[in-house]
């Protein structure tokens, strides 16, 4: 599984129309309506705003007025074959006066978003854990070599030390004589 590292923008002419597509890091439902409503303001004048996107397993996409399933599932075609989550993949359409039937669009939106994926920077996600670690502080230094190439969120000095982290699972076996419980599982961006 994959997200994007930032934010991408791409534009493509084919046969007069201008199918813009942007890709944009989400991480809930409620961003959607919110990126869309921007690039509404963004692009006033524009024929079309179709879109797909995925965060974890739900997927969701719209044909926003083009003839159905030749703008939305293609995008979201897409993203599903490049196995990317997190993402809305929107295509900003304006229309260029020459008709380009259902093939021609399905193949225009599918065009759009593979060329702005191709000059995205992909991040490998792996499975993880969010975790809370407590340990004394003489271990400190022990745990600071274990986690080296993991993220710690947050760190608490009081009686212990607490550490909130997100680690790979095959990092989980070597604090496993330490006290710590699962916060909830997760997906972590792969570091090389």
């Known amino acids: 599984m994959y997200v994007i590292d930032k934010n991408y923008i791409n534009e493509i002419v084919i046969k ?6 942007l890709l944009i890091k989400i991480n809930n439902r409620e961003d959607v309506k919110k990126h869309l409503e921007v690039i509404k303001i963004k692009y ?3 024929t079309h705003y179709c879109y797909g996107y995925i965060i974890d397993n739900y997927k969701k996409s719209s044909d ?17 074959k490049d196995n990317i989550t997190n993402i809305l993949a929107v295509v900003v359409r304006y229309f260029g006066g020459i008709k ?34 407590t340990f004394s ?6 745990i600071n070599y274990i986690l080296k190439d993991e993220q710690i ?32 599982n997760n997906y972590i961006e792969k570091r090389s």
């Open 16 to 21: 007069n129309s201008r199918f813009i597509t």
């Open 44 to 46: 006033p004048k524009a």
């Open 100 to 133: 380009l039937g259902a093939g021609g669009l399905t193949r225009a939106y599918s065009k759009s978003v593979r060329d702005t994926i191709k000059i995205s920077n992909l991040i490998e996600l792996i499975e993880g854990k969010k975790i809370e670690l």
């Open 137 to 142: 502080y003489d271990k400190e230094k022990q």
């Open 153 to 184: 969120i947050k760190k608490d000095y009081s009686d212990n030390i607490t550490y909130i982290v997100l680690i790979k699972n095959e990092i989980l076996d070597n604090i496993k004589s330490y006290n710590y419980k699962i916060i909830e």
């Open 64 to 80: 926003d007025g083009e003839p159905g399933g030749t703008a939305g599932i293609p995008i979201l075609s897409i993203l599903e």
